[in-house]
């Protein structure tokens, strides 16, 4: 079972995977759901779409998104966020969070 599934967010037709063997430095714009399996170094900007650090991503970042599930390791601020979920096993190094109210 997918994370989006397990939390009754809608499964999203398409989304953006940038896999175990990339690495980016710099700034990752994306107008869908994000799934990073590799390593980031920079700014995300997912508003208003779910970021999924899997287990086997690294991120050193500053993060724009409406929901985080972290598996792997996150290390920056967060702006925006609805919901940050932090799964067993993941590692989240002191940021800080501007999240929205609802």
């Known amino acids: 079972m997918s994370a989006a599934t397990s939390f ?9 995977v940038l896999g175990k063997n990339v690495k980016v ?9 994000l799934t990073i399996e590799g390593e980031v170094e920079g700014t995300i900007d997912v508003t208003g779409h779910l970021l999924t650090i899997a287990p086997s991503g690294n991120v050193r970042a500053s993060i724009k998104a409406k929901q985080i599930d972290v598996l792997g390791s996150l290390q920056g601020n967060v702006e925006g966020a609805d919901k940050i979920y932090i799964r067993n096993g993941a590692r989240v190094v002191g940021f800080g969070t501007t999240c929205s109210t609802t």
């Open 25 to 33: 430095t710099g700034e990752i714009r994306s107008r869908e759901p």
């Open 8 to 16: 009754g967010m809608e499964t999203p037709a398409s989304r953006a």
